[in-house]
C-alpha cells in the first residue's frame, strides 16, 4: 500500500513529540525510499552536544549508515519545520530528491521563509519541494513549546 505525503508526515510529528519530551526543539524528519522508511530523526542538539544535530540531520546520517552511501538518491525527505540553511546544504549534498515540510519558518527557514537556497540556479543539484503538509499541527506543537519556556 502506498503511503501518502500526510500519512509519512505524521510520522515525523510522532519523532518531534519525541524530542519535545527530551527537551529539544520539536521538530521531526523522516526519510522514505520506494514507499519504506529508511531512516528517521528528531532534534537532539541539546543532548548530543551538538549544534548539527538536527532533525534532518540525524536522519540523513541513519540513511547513510544504512544504506552504506552518503548520496541518498531516489529519496525523500519529511520533516516538520522548514530546514535552515545548514539542513537544506545537507539534504542536496545528499541529492535527496524531493522535500516535504510542514510549517514555515520565519526566522531560519532556508527553502522560502528567509533564504531561497533550493532556487540559486549556482547549485548542481535540484530538488522538488512541497510545503504546508501538517503545517497547523507542527507549528502549534512549536508555538506551545516556546510559550511554555518564555
Known amino acids: 500500500m502506498m503511503k501518502t505525503d500526510e500519512q509519512y508526515m505524521r510520522h515525523a510529528l510522532q519523532l518531534a513529540h519525541r ?7 520539536p521538530v ?3 526519510l522514505v ?16 552536544h551538538d549544534p548539527t ?34 539542513c537544506i546544504g545537507a539534504i542536496l549534498h545528499a541529492r535527496v530528491q524531493r522535500l516535504v515540510y ?3 519558518d520565519p526566522r531560519a527557514g532556508a527553502i522560502h521563509s528567509v533564504y531561497t537556497i533550493p532556487d540559486d540556479g549556482k547549485l548542481n543539484h535540484t530538488i522538488e519541494i512541497a510545503g504546508g503538509i501538517l503545517a497547523e499541527e507542527c507549528s502549534g506543537l512549536l508555538t506551545n513549546f516556546f510559550r511554555a519556556r518564555r
Not at 19 to 25: L, P, R, S, T, Y
Open 19 to 25: 524530542a519535545e519530551q527530551e527537551g529539544e526543539v
Open 28 to 30: 521531526g524528519a523522516v
Open 33 to 48: 525510499k520506494g514507499n519504506e522508511i529508511i531512516a528517521q530523526g528528531w532534534n537532539r542538539p541539546i543532548s548530543g
Open 53 to 86: 544535530a538536527h532533525a534532518e540531520i540525524q536522519a540523513l546520517r541513519e540513511a547513510g549508515q544504512r544504506l552504506g552511501n552518503y548520496r541518498l538518491v531516489e529519496t525523500t525527505l519529511y520533516v516538520t519545520l522548514e530546514p535552515c540553511i545548514m
Open 102 to 104: 510542514a510549517a514555515s
